[in-house]
T-cell receptor, first 115, second 113 residues
Framework: NAGVMQNPRHLVRRRGQEARLRCSPM?????VYWYRQLPEEGLKFMVY????????ESGMPKERFSAEFPKEGPSILRIQQVVRGDSAAYFC?????????????FGPGTRLTVT | GENVEQHPSTLSVQEGDSAVIKCTYS??????FPWYKQELGKRPQLIID?????GEKKDQRIAVTLNKTAKHFSLHITETQPEDSAVYFC????????????FGRGTSLIVHP
């Protein structure tokens, strides 16, 4: 059973470009969470999705950021018009069922650098 | 919302010593407390967790204790080894809604050989 997959692992974008980060949850997992981690800081929750639904986006900036988890394919975190402050590691995590298990399994992360 | 404080931010010990990392939480409804280990450049990995119906849980050299009354929980690592060097994060989550964990800021543990 493959773990949570994220790609790309490293992404470099110039200011103003768009960044697309992909996350494939573990097989059988239908819940996806996105987190942002700045250097020497903890994990900050951004958004929680189930297939075709955004459940909680309270941690995601209202502008420039969006997320989706389509019926088919990976979850995507999209950052438009990136700025230097968007440089961070973005982790996704998946869980099998909110009511059954709290445990989240993390992907390897995407390290975004905005130049 | 929930607020999780974690101390210390850095912990340096000699190989073989014990290490203790402490976290406090604010929401008395929180009932699940995982601990994650993150090595440099790697993903966070769950190492141990505890639910509010128990006060202590142990797995080989690591243990977690929970004091619900005081709203604090701690990670204990005995007989530390250099490979224990990493950043450790505590988190707290509660049932209902999204079960989204709130993470502490992390403790950088350095084990000197």
């Amino acid at each position: 059973n493959a773990g949570v997959m994220q790609n790309p692992r490293h992404l470099v974008r110039r200011r103003g470009q768009e960044a697309r980060l992909r996350c494939s949850p573990m097989k059988g997992h239908s819940h996806v969470y996105w987190y942002r981690q700045l250097p020497e800081e903890g994990l900050k929750f951004m958004v929680y999705l189930q297939k075709e639904n955004i459940i909680d986006e309270s941690g995601m900036p209202k502008e420039r950021f969006s997320a989706e988890f389509p019926k088919e394919g990976p979850s995507i975190l999209r950052i438009q018009q990136v700025v230097r402050g968007d440089s961070a590691a973005y982790f996704c995590a998946s869980s099998p069922s909110v009511g059954h298990s709290y445990e989240q399994y993390f992907g390897p992360g995407t390290r975004l650098t905005v130049t | 919302g929930e607020n999780v404080e974690q101390h210390p931010s850095t912990l340096s010990v000699q190989e073989g010593d014990s290490a203790v990392i402490k976290c406090t939480y604010s929401d008395s409804a929180s009932n699940y407390f995982p601990w994650y280990k993150q090595e440099l450049g790697k993903r966070p990995q769950l190492i141990i967790d505890i639910r509010s119906n128990v006060g202590e849980k142990k797995d080989q050299r690591i243990a977690v204790t929970l004091n619900k009354t005081a709203k604090h929980f701690s990670l204990h690592i005995t007989e530390t080894q250099p490979e224990d060097s990493a950043v450790y994060f505590c988190a707290a989550s509660k049932p209902g809604g999204s079960y989204i964990p709130t993470f502490g800021r992390g403790t950088s543990l350095i084990v000197h050989p």
